[in-house]
Nanobody, 121 residues
């Protein structure tokens, strides 16, 4: 089992930056791919970013309100933590952000409880 706890969300103005953190405990963190997802009110959960177990490869969503170029995922295996740096935030980035862990980036086995990010215009 892996337990995931997100933090770092909050209320910010458009154009601001935030860094989300996801602390993992339980089975060996460094063997898992890690990802960030988000869910806006009335919408389905959607993929944001992911990184492989080593951090050597990263993936970003590339749709509508693209996060690529604005968001950066990183991990610190010594601290059992994965981060999501979010720059140039937009109101449409408002959502609950979830951290996830899985053996591969295409399948997620464990989820955190989420942290709210609200971007005002």
């Amino acid at each position: 089992q892996v337990q995931l706890v997100e933090s770092g969300g909050g209320l910010v103005q458009a154009g601001a930056s935030l860094r989300l953190s996801c602390a993992a405990s339980g089975r060996s963190f460094s063997t898992y791919a890690m990802g960030w997802f988000r869910q806006a009110p009335g919408k389905e959960r959607e993929f944001v970013a992911a990184t492989t177990w080593s951090g050597g490869s990263t993936y970003y969503a590339n749709y509508g309100n693209s996060v690529k170029g604005r968001f950066t995922i990183s991990r610190d295996n010594a601290r059992n933590t994965v981060y999501l740096r979010m720059n140039s935030l937009k109101p449409e980035d408002t959502a609950v952000y979830y951290c996830a862990a899985g053996e591969v980036v295409t399948h997620w086995d464990y989820w955190g409880q989420g942290t709210q990010v609200t971007v005002s215009s």
